[in-house]
């Protein structure tokens, strides 16, 4: 069966410092599939978009920055991640320079700047502790991971970098 996922951006924006990443706490909406929960910013790919397109005018929407640094730090299919069981595929980048200031808020949530080694203690999806220390390690190699999830949990996590 062909694969025919929703395409999205996910960008982890680092401080001028490199010591803290702005997550958005998804507290807004109690119906959010995400409710509770922290993330990284960014969204679905519009129609015609390209995924640099989709990754800067997410940030706009979600931040109010304008990225001038960023990286493609690897790729992450989710089979089953949807809350109907869709298919998501997502391009992951790690932003480390920016114009602009966030707001305290958005549409989604909470915007806070976590410190970078507290991250994985956050309530975070449970596949995120797995690929999040590949998006902020030092190997410049983008890796590319596959998470399947069934009912709102991840089923296994593999990866491979070239």
């Given amino acids: 069966m062909p694969c025919q996922p929703i395409l999205a951006t996910l960008a982890y924006v680092l401080s001028p410092d490199r010591r803290h990443v702005l997550m958005v706490h998804r507290n807004a909406r109690p119906d959010d599939a995400h409710y509770g929960k922290y993330n990284g910013l960014g969204g679905k790919l519009e129609r015609g978009e390209d995924v640099v397109a ?17 990286r493609l730090r690897g790729t992450l299919s989710w089979p089953g991640f949807g809350r109907k069981g869709e298919d998501w595929f997502a391009f992951v980048f790690l932003v480390d320079r920016f114009q602009g200031t966030p707001p305290p808020r958005n549409a989604e949530g909470s915007l806070l700047w976590v410190e970078l080694s507290q991250i994985t203690q956050l309530a975070l999806w ?31 996590w593999r990866y491979s970098r070239v």
């Fill in 54 to 70: 989709g990754l800067r005018r997410e940030l706009r929407e979600e931040a109010c920055i304008e990225a001038t640094r960023l």
């Fill in 126 to 156: 449970e596949g995120d502790r797995h690929f999040l220390p590949l998006v902020f390690d030092a190997d410049p190699r983008p890796f590319h991971g596959v998470m399947p999830y069934h009912e709102g949990r991840m089923l296994d």
